[in-house]
């Protein structure tokens, strides 16, 4: 029904910034609760943001909070992460992914996932 395309990563230094985009095709983000979720190489997926479809605070992991800002233009069927301050922890395969009801914790809410973009930060 959707499809979902992460684009945006790349390598960075650390210190450095991206800005990751989540691009919706075959429908509208604009009724859906869009999360990042990251996986670092030998790691769990990690979920670090969401955005509602409301009025609801976005959510944001402790290991990004202050460093990352998630926000949408439903104009543009698009969902931006903006990375700051990136540190080596940082490196993993970003998707984004989309629920229908609220940004849960359940990795099996989400109906839809993007194939993930990959940042890497190092010097």
């Known amino acids: 029904q959707v499809q979902l395309v992460e684009s945006g990563g790349g390598l960075v230094q650390p210190g450095g910034s991206l800005r990751l985009s989540c691009t919706a095709s075959?429908?509208?983000?604009?009724?859906?609760?869009i999360a990042w979720v990251r996986q670092a190489p030998g790691m769990e997926r990690e979920g670090i943001s969401c955005i509602s479809n409301g009025d609801d605070s976005p959510y944001y992991a402790d290991s990004v909070k202050g460093r990352f800002t998630i926000s949408r233009d439903n104009a543009k069927n698009t969902v931006y992460l903006r990375m700051n301050s990136l540190k080596p922890d940082d490196t993993a395969v970003y998707y984004c992914?989309?629920?229908?009801?609220?940004?849960?914790?359940?990795?099996?809410?989400?109906?839809?996932w993007g194939q993930g973009t990959h940042v890497t930060v190092s010097s």
């Open positions: 075959g429908g509208t983000l604009e009724n859906w609760n």
């Open positions: 992914a989309a629920a229908p009801v609220y940004c849960g914790r359940l990795h099996r809410m989400y109906d839809y």
